[in-house]
């Protein structure tokens, strides 16, 4: 079965400077990877995400990059924020008759103002 | 109008008990899960269904039994509760088919407490 590898587990940035956050999976067939954002206390939700014929992709102050080949997608935040403070989860899915989706085990991101 | 709603909310319960989550989903979505959320923020898949079909059942103990009696609600019952059950139970629906990107849309999540 598939395995997300994420890494840092927990990141502290200033305001205003970038924040990365990298993951790594293990089936080459797993096609679609999306990011959620999880405030405390509330649900995931999607704030982005890629799919495996696309390299990268961006929305506003974030971006998502994608390596099928050594199987790595990162998150990148730039000019980040306190609202930007939260757990973010990686996550791989293969799409085909159904859909498994397995997830990291999340970061902590620390925005200090 | 929420899409994706689960209840209850909040659940504190004796070990031994046994206790049912519904979930509702409002969004004409063909596919439905349960995710549990342990105290640690690590989202692992329990189960899944496909127009009421189950397609996916990870390891979990046959105490933990989902059920779908259409293609918009997903029940999980869940027998002799035990101390590690405690966690976030998390509903979520997607849509695979028909123009559907495979977001997962999660619902609020029913904190179960077990004593």
């Known amino acids: 079965g598939e395995n997300v590898e994420q890494h840092p587990s927990t990141l502290s940035v200033q305001e205003g400077d970038s924040a990365v956050i990298k993951c790594t999976y293990s089936?080459?067939?797993?096609?679609?990877f999306p990011w959620y954002k999880q405030e405390l206390g509330k649900r995931p939700q999607l704030i982005i995400d890629i799919r495996s014929n696309v390299g990268e992709k961006k929305d506003q102050r974030i971006a998502v990059t994608l390596n099928k080949t050594a199987k790595h997608f990162s998150l990148h935040i730039t000019e980040t924020q306190p609202e930007d403070s939260a757990v973010y989860f990686c996550?791989?899915?293969?799409?085909?008759?159904?859909?498994?989706?397995?997830f990291g085990i999340g970061t902590k991101l620390q925005v200090i103002p | 109008d929420t899409a994706v709603s689960q209840t209850p909310k909040y659940l504190v319960t004796q070990m031994g008990n046994d206790k049912s989550i519904k979930c509702e989903q409002n969004?004409?979505?063909?596919?439905m899960y349960w995710y549990k959320q342990d105290s640690k923020k690590f989202l692992k898949i329990m189960f899944s269904y496909n127009n009421k079909e189950l397609i996916i059942n990870e390891t979990v103990p046959n105490r933990f039994s989902p059920k779908s009696p259409d293609k918009a609600h997903l029940n999980l019952h869940i027998n002799s509760l035990e101390l590690g059950d405690s966690a976030v139970y998390f509903c979520?629906?997607?849509?695979?088919?028909?123009?559907?990107?495979?977001?997962?849309?999660f619902g609020e999540g029913s904190r179960l407490t077990v004593l």
């Open positions: 089936d080459s067939a797993s096609n679609y």
């Open positions: 979520a629906s997607s849509q695979l088919w028909t123009g559907g990107t495979g977001e997962l849309f």
């Open positions: 996550a791989a899915s293969w799409i085909g008759g159904y859909q498994k989706v397995t």
């Open positions: 969004l004409g979505h063909d596919t």
